[in-house]
């Protein structure tokens, strides 16, 4: 698997349903529905539909902070742009521009959410990017 769309579907997965509950949603439902619309029209009305839904189901979770949910959602998507991307590859430059558009510098994507736990004698360390730890 070409780790380029790869990792191009985990970004636009996770900046599509961060968007979701945000007013910029209007805006990344028509770009996504019009990407679907130029690479596979035959889904385009399926794939509307389907963010209706998954905005209604990013609303409720946000409401509820149910993480789960919002995980699920996000790795939906991502897997339902990574189909598209691996079936017309010629729509990576088109969803690399939309999520410029929709996200300029990448900051939707790359909000990192920890949570960590320990007890007794345990350590955690989190670390959003590079972590460098000397301990003696």
């Known amino acids: 698997m070409d780790p380029e769309v790869t990792s191009l579907a985990q970004s636009a997965g996770t900046t599509l349903v961060a968007l979701m509950a945000t007013d910029a949603w209007h805006r990344a439902r028509d770009g996504v529905t019009q ?3 130029r690479t596979q029209p035959e889904r385009a009305e399926t794939v509307a539909a389907e963010l209706e839904v998954g905005r209604e189901d990013v609303l409720a979770a946000v409401a509820a902070d149910d ?3 919002l ?7 991502q897997e339902l742009v990574r189909r598209l991307l691996v079936a017309r590859p010629d729509a990576v430059e088109a969803l690399r521009g939309l ?8 900051s939707t994507a790359r909000q990192i ?3 960590a736990t320990a007890s007794g004698q345990a350590r955690v360390y989190q670390a959003g990017r590079d972590q460098h730890i000397a301990e003696r």
């Open 113 to 115: 959410t920890q949570h």
């Open 71 to 77: 995980d699920e959602l996000r790795l939906q998507w």
């Open 67 to 69: 993480r789960e949910t």
């Open 35 to 37: 990407l679907w619309r």
């Open 99 to 106: 999520l410029n558009q929709l996200d300029p510098g990448g």
